[in-house]
């Protein structure tokens, strides 16, 4: 088959931005400059524009502007979530409840708060990486002060019981958390509905541009300020407001909150497509997630006896963009947490590979994958494959964890 050109299936890392949200940038980074905390009509127009925005992503989750604040990305909203509930609660008690497939952003939080005093539960996940809101039910101590579950895991695509585990937080009074970056432009949400007090989005993953996010704070639930100086935020998240960054939130929310449904569909068979394909016509593969409730992009698959790292190698040769499931740091690898909680041994681990489909993706860049990819992992079963091999990307780049899924 004819080589593509560039041939992007690692959405669940970072999307392009769409040419409607960088066009609506454009005039924030110097006609519509002004500071939305001046006074004047320049500042009064940004300060309005921002305020249409945090409308905008209200509508989109069933919540309340007052309710909406914005944060620098997905990280920022789970550490503010997190650390912000923890501290303002922690005369009440300092138990936190997660899972242990939680994305570094919520789990690295938590360990952070294990040596600040809190203690943390995390709880595990059955093979298709679904977590049981009953074990959420029993991990509730009367010092439990916060739940924290994702919405649907980035690596392997699983939807979590996310109304299921908040009606049980709300029946106990617990605010309950969920980081929603995934899930946002994918899946219907609304926070009412599904007893959600907080959730964390962040722009990059919906085709918006990087850098801003929100953190949604139910009215009532208390937590701490997380950055302190000026008033912005309700004086919770202080600095100048990314305008530009902000604005691009809000087209992106705008492009994504219509026709969740039918943009579903449509990826769910492309997904269905390229997960048959390489089952059918790769032996020894298996589909990692849950088989039906899972994002619609994602497909997660691990290849016995190659590395995964090999795999991405060949083919980003063939400019095919994917991730593994294993990171490299301090030069030997470490396997992803999320696999070896649903049961996969380190070897399977090692041998995943991630590819999550978009917007852009065509039945033909799928139709591409399909034919370069037995010869591939073909060849690479052939030749024994070395472990510093998988460490190769780690290397060249300097030690950046850069095959970390994220
Ligand atoms: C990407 C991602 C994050 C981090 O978001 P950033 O905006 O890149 O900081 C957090 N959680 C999940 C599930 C993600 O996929």
């Given at each position: 088959m004819e080589k593509k050109g560039l041939i992007y299936m690692d959405h669940a890392a970072t999307t392009p931005a769409r040419s409607e949200v960088i066009e609506a940038m454009l005039p924030y980074f110097a006609g519509k400059f002004g500071n939305p905390s001046s006074v004047y009509r320049i500042g009064r127009e940004s300060r309005e524009d921002v305020e249409a925005v945090r409308e905008q992503t209200a509508r989109a989750l069933g919540a309340?502007?007052?309710e909406i604040c914005f944060t620098a990305g997905g990280t920022e909203s789970d550490n503010w979530a997190i650390k912000g509930v923890a501290y303002a609660n922690r005369h009440q008690g300092k138990h936190i409840i997660t899972s242990a497939i939680e994305h570094h952003a919520v789990l690295h939080t938590c360990e952070y708060l294990e040596q600040h005093g809190f203690e943390v539960t995390y709880l595990p996940v059955d093979r298709y990486g679904s977590i049981d809101p009953g074990a959420v039910s029993d991990a509730i101590?009367?010092?439990?002060?916060l739940i924290s579950v994702m919405f649907a895991n980035n690596e392997i695509g699983t939807i979590e019981p996310v109304a299921g585990i908040g009606r049980i937080a709300r029946d106990h009074g617990i605010p309950f958390h969920t980081d929603a970056v995934q899930a946002v432009g994918n899946l219907p949400i609304d926070v009412d509905e599904m007893k959600i007090d907080l959730l964390s989005l962040s722009a990059h993953k919906f085709y918006g541009p990087k850098g801003v996010g929100a953190l949604y704070i139910r009215e009532g639930v208390k937590i701490d300020g997380f950055i302190h100086g000026g008033g912005q935020e309700g004086g919770r998240r202080a600095g100048t407001e990314n305008l530009p960054g902000i604005i691009g939130l809000g087209k992106a929310v705008e492009l994504a909150a219509g026709a969740i449904k039918e943009r579903s569909a449509h990826l769910r068979e492309k997904r269905s497509r390229l997960t048959d394909g390489i089952l059918g016509s790769i032996p020894h593969t298996s589909l990692n997630g849950h088989p039906e409730l899972r994002l619609p992009g994602n497909v997660s698959v691990t290849f016995r006896d190659v590395s995964g790292e090999s795999v991405l190698r060949m083919l980003d040769e063939h400019g095919v963009c994917v991730s593994t499931g294993s990171a490299c740091t301090s030069g030997s690898l470490r396997p992803s947490h999320v696999l070896l909680a649903t049961g996969l041994t380190p070897e399977e681990a090692h041998g995943t590979v991630r590819f999550t489909l978009g917007r852009t993706n065509t039945l033909g860049d799928i139709e591409y994958v399909l034919d370069v990819l037995p010869g591939i992992i073909d060849d690479l079963r052939q030749t024994p494959h070395h472990h510093g091999d998988a460490c190769y990307l780690y290397r060249k780049s300097g030690g950046r964890t850069s095959s970390e899924p994220l």
């Open positions: 309340e502007p007052e101590t009367d010092k439990t002060i």
